[in-house]
Nanobody, 127 residues
Framework: QVQLVESGGGLVQPGGSLTLSCAAS????????VGWYRQAPGKQREWVAG???????YYADSVEGRFTISRDNAKNTVFLQMISLGPEDTAVYYC?????????????????????WGQGTQVTVPS
């Protein structure tokens, strides 16, 4: 079974930056799509960014120009670099991919389509 583990969250001042990591284990292919998502207190989980197996990247309007998703295939790790952070970015951040057995295929922009989630990593930007 594939396991995706998020890390890198923390407390950052407004205007600051942070880079999150999503490390995959148990996977037998490094070519697959991954999405980043976040859930703020009292709000539904939302899609933030995605990277396809071919390396194409996509972003939600709310983070376009501030967040950058990238990957290191050799390390089976996907990153989310975040700059110009504001209180509205405070949330638990998750990564996910549609995985079957030891292969992953892509991500959904609708987080409701996933059956399971990891623990996520908390990002806090005080107002």
């Amino acid at each position: 079974q594939v396991q995706l583990v998020e890390s890198g969250g923390g407390l950052v001042q407004p205007g600051g930056s942070l880079t999150l990591s999503c490390a995959a284990s148990g996977i037998i292919s490094s070519i697959y799509g991954v999405g980043w998502y976040r859930q703020a207190p009292g709000k539904q989980r939302e899609w933030v960014a995605g990277i396809t197996g071919g390396g194409s990247t996509y972003y939600a309007d709310s983070v376009e120009g501030r967040f950058t998703i990238s990957r290191d295939n050799a390390k089976n790790t996907v990153f989310l670099q975040m700059i110009s952070l504001g209180p509205e970015d405070t949330a638990v951040y998750y990564c996910n991919s549609n995985c079957q057995g030891r292969k992953c295929y892509g991500y959904y922009t609708d987080p409701r389509l996933f059956d399971s989630w990891g623990q996520g990593t908390q990002v806090t930007v005080p107002s």
